[in-house]
């Protein structure tokens, strides 16, 4: 499910069952390394529509947060008010990010909570190159999913 009123309407029908919230984290900037950024947000953004693509019913995907990635302090703070909120609806809450700075903080969010995905510039790739590599990314997410679950 994605974040759309007819999507909410489904969800509030069957919370029972929609126990996942996932929530892309996109950095953003203006400067030297926008092109590197929205590269980033762009392969984030295709991967999180395929996996609530894949699991709908079971996951609601949530807007892309977006923060200044020079401000990470401040951001992570939003972050844990955003995931202290989702967890009032949902019982697992993950953050998908292609920010290695993230994967690498010391930020209060919890391992178990971030999933890290190397970027894959698919700028200049062939259409079913970046299927297979999307497909790829997919399944280690939907693993991950699976073992998170499993835990609880």
Not at 34 to 57: P, W, Y
Not at 92 to 113: G, R
């Amino acid at each position: 499910m994605k974040w759309t009123v007819k999507d909410y309407d489904t969800y509030s029908q069957s919370k029972d069952y929609v126990d996942t919230a996932i929530v892309p984290l996109i950095p953003i900037s203006m400067g030297s390394d926008a092109k590197t950024l929205i590269s980033k947000g762009e392969f984030l953004h295709l991967i999180s529509h395929e996996v609530e693509r894949q699991l709908k019913g079971r996951v609601y995907l949530l807007p892309d947060f977006s923060y200044l990635h020079h401000q990470k302090e401040t951001t992570m703070k939003h972050i844990e008010d955003v995931k202290r909120e989702l967890h009032n609806e949902f019982k697992h809450v993950m953050f998908l990010t292609c920010d290695d700075t993230l994967k690498h903080s010391e930020f209060v969010l919890s391992k178990d909570n971030l999933i890290y995905l190397p970027p894959v510039p698919f700028e200049h790739m062939d259409d079913q190159l970046k299927r297979k590599l999307l497909q790829d990314q997919v399944e280690q997410i939907l693993n991950i999913l699976l073992q998170s679950w499993n835990k609880s």
